[in-house]
């Protein structure tokens, strides 16, 4: 159980960092998920975020992979 309390912690501590340091590009909220595009350092990377438990459940970052199929109407203006 520890182990998944320091997972949970680490995913916590990385996106309020990807928060507080990347620009914010897109966001799209599928029934309990919120998910958010951001920009670091040149790389795009998703936070996926369990509203009703209110809990970071994954960072993806982006570098070689695809977007993901629930992405597929996010508006990426402003990103170069």
């Known amino acids: 159980m520890e182990n998944l309390d320091n997972s949970a ?4 501590d990385k996106a309020r960092f990807i928060i507080n ?3 914010f590009v897109s966001r799209s909220d ?3 998920l ?3 595009l951001y ?3 040149g790389e795009s990377i998703e ?4 509203t009703k438990k209110e809990q ?6 982006m570098r070689g992979h695809e ?12 990103v170069n």
């Open 9 to 12: 912690t680490e995913l916590e």
């Open 21 to 23: 340091e990347g620009d």
């Open 30 to 32: 599928f029934r309990h």
């Open 34 to 36: 919120e998910i958010s």
């Open 39 to 41: 920009r670091l350092y």
């Open 47 to 50: 936070i996926w975020f369990e």
């Open 56 to 61: 970071v459940l994954k960072i993806n970052y």
């Open 67 to 78: 977007f993901d199929p629930y992405l597929k109407h996010l508006k990426t203006i402003g």
